[in-house]
């Protein structure tokens, strides 16, 4: 797929791969082999039909082909960017023992994207393409959900298709969870994200953005006083975790969730454009290498090159192991790295040293050498004795991975949660241990994916619709 050219993109926030032309689309798609058992199929955790799809884009159908998607994946715009097809579909596809699979995410973008065009210029088509349904007799009963992330934004989607009145109730001012806040324009453009809410509020959803649930009000005055019948939480796993190293809470050491949510939510790049400031440092170093850290690397790249002197910055990934444990998709290094960030490997930050004003001004390193496999099963990280260094640095971005958001489940009673504080529910059903309570997405699984997410939304959405419409109410709870 052709991309920006990573001199040119490195100092803008626009989309970095460019997409499919039709002939490149369906040039890929005619490489399927139809198989009679699609494993490709088994690799999706929504079970998109995957074979019957790349067949309509194949005989140029492309219309026909975004309905297939859309009969089991309600966002293909955006699983087609940041889905890790690597290790789902493609990973299973037949053509992958002999040579490439089907680029099976690509031909998935390109169809959707065809479709947003279309339903863009001509909205009469809208329904007819699937872009937005048409709408459905109201049943009287109304539901709340709480996050407006994938899955909060599927059972959304999927209640108001069944004819529920539904009212999302997010805390930050655009809903969109990580989709919005973490995830950068580059690699998912916040327009994708915006019409695909817009369809929800066409057919009926109701935002309530600015609303946290659990302390502006709570899960149960939402169920007994405000007339819901049943709620979904879905307020995701967005508290971030820190080294505990002397010297972090130095001015210019950010969590990369603070950093990629001023950048991203708040346009700190266009400052003072937008009111929301963020350092833009010289020297940046990113602690972490998953693909928050790529993401936050990348996007601190961006904002030293957008510098008014013109001078680039220097960008580096520490990470305490070897590029070989790196937890991040290979896609997501290889474009880091073609974009000027270095990756500073098996070291480990030891502390923060500031100057006088309170700004991190180094960072005190030491070399790491590998041991035994851990729990993990990588190889663990072991400090190499007398390896001590320096390292200056101006802003330091912490991507040490995330923790439940306690926001809701520490003010609500009745619901369980796990050691970890995440929310225990029903692998199949989203069912909590709180009467009328549903609950899926990264507060029940800890950080995932958006296909995850999305999944465990469908779930529960069908076993709410079973519940309500077998005459479920309150009083005759199942749990
Ligand atoms: P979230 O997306 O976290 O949404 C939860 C929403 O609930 C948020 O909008 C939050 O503001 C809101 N909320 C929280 N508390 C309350 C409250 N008390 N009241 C009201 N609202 C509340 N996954 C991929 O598949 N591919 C990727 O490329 C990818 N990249 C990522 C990059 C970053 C930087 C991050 C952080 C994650 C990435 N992920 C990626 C993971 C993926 O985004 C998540 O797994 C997914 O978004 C989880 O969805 P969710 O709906 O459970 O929660
Ligand atoms: Fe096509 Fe590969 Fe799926 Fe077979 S496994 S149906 S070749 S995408």
């Keep these: 797929m052709p991309e920006q050219n990573p001199q040119v993109r490195?100092?803008?926030?626009?989309?970095?791969?460019l997409g499919y032309t039709p002939e490149m689309a369906v040039r890929e798609a005619s490489r399927c082999l139809q198989c009679k058992k699609p494993a490709c199929v088994e690799g999706c955790p929504v079970g998109v039909k995957i074979p019957e799809f790349l067949k309509l884009l194949k005989d140029g159908d492309f219309a026909a082909a975004a309905r297939k998607i859309k009969e089991t994946n309600a966002l293909p715009a955006v699983c087609g960017r940041v889905c890790p097809q690597e290790s789902q579909c493609e990973s299973r596809c037949i053509l992958s023992k002999k040579s490439e699979p089907v680029a099976v995410g690509r031909c998935e973008r390109f169809v959707a994207d065809f479709e947003r065009r279309v339903c863009a210029e001509n909205p009469v088509d809208m329904a007819h393409l699937?872009?937005?349904?048409?709408?459905?007799?109201?049943?009287?009963k109304k539901i709340a959900v709480i996050g407006a992330g994938p899955a909060g934004l599927t059972v959304a989607?999927?209640?108001?298709?069944?004819?529920?009145?539904?009212?999302?109730?997010?805390?930050?001012?655009?809903?969109?969870?990580?989709?919005?806040?973490?995830?950068?324009?580059?690699?998912?453009?916040?327009?994708?994200v915006e019409n695909e809410v817009q369809n929800l509020v066409k057919q009926g959803v109701v935002l309530e953005l600015n609303q946290v649930i659990g302390k502006t009000i709570s899960i149960d005055e939402l169920l007994n006083n405000e007339g819901f019948d049943a709620i979904f939480v879905g307020v995701g796993a967005g508290l971030p975790m820190f080294l505990g190293v002397p010297g972090e809470d130095l001015n210019g050491i950010?969590?990369?969730?603070?950093?990629?949510?001023?950048?991203?939510?708040?346009?700190?790049?266009?400052?003072?454009?937008?009111?929301t400031p963020v350092a833009q440092g010289k020297h940046v170093c990113v602690i972490g290498g998953g693909n928050v850290a790529m993401d936050a690397a990348r996007v601190a790249r961006r904002l030293g090159a957008a510098d008014p002197n013109g001078d680039a910055n220097t960008v580096k990934?520490?990470?305490?192991?070897?590029?070989?444990?790196?937890?991040?998709?290979?896609?997501?290094?290889?474009?880091?790295?073609?974009?000027g960030v270095e990756l500073l490997l098996?070291?480990?930050?030891?502390?923060?040293?500031?100057?006088?004003?309170?700004?991190?001004?180094?960072?005190?390193?030491?070399?790491?050498?590998?041991?035994?496999?851990?729990?993990?099963?990588?190889?663990?990280p072991i400090p190499v004795p007398h390896s001590e260094f320096e390292l200056?640095?101006?802003?330091?971005?912490?991507?040490?991975?995330?923790?439940?958001?306690?926001?809701?489940?520490?003010n609500t009673e009745g619901l369980t949660l796990n050691k970890r504080d995440y929310v225990v529910a029903d692998e199949t059903t989203g069912r909590t241990s709180k009467p009328r309570v549903w609950a899926g997405g990264d507060i029940v699984t800890g950080a995932a994916t958006v296909i995850l997410a999305m999944g465990a939304g469908r779930a529960a959405a069908?076993?709410?619709?079973?519940?309500?419409?077998?005459?479920?109410?309150?009083?005759?709870?199942?749990?």
């Design 10 to 17: 490195a100092k803008n926030f626009l989309e970095v791969p």
């Design 130 to 140: 699937g872009g937005t349904a048409p709408s459905v007799p109201k049943n009287g």
């Design 157 to 192: 989607g999927d209640m108001i298709q069944r004819g529920y009145g539904v009212t999302v109730f997010e805390a930050f001012h655009k809903p969109g969870g990580v989709l919005m806040y973490g995830i950068p324009e580059f690699r998912l453009p916040k327009t994708i």
């Design 254 to 275: 950010y969590s990369a969730n603070e950093y990629l949510t001023r950048a991203n939510l708040m346009k700190a790049y266009r400052f003072p454009e937008y009111d």
């Design 317 to 339: 990934i520490v990470y305490r192991r070897s590029r070989e444990e790196l937890p991040a998709r290979q896609e997501e290094v290889h474009h880091a790295e073609e974009e």
């Design 346 to 380: 098996l070291t480990n930050p030891q502390e923060f040293l500031g100057d006088e004003a309170g700004r991190v001004r180094a960072m005190r390193c030491c070399k790491m050498a590998l041991g035994e496999p851990d729990a993990s099963g990588r190889r663990r």
């Design 392 to 410: 200056e640095t101006d802003c330091v971005i912490i991507a040490a991975g995330a923790l439940a958001n306690p926001l809701l489940t520490k």
């Design 462 to 479: 069908k076993d709410m619709h079973a519940w309500l419409d077998g005459g479920g109410q309150r009083g005759n709870e199942p749990w």
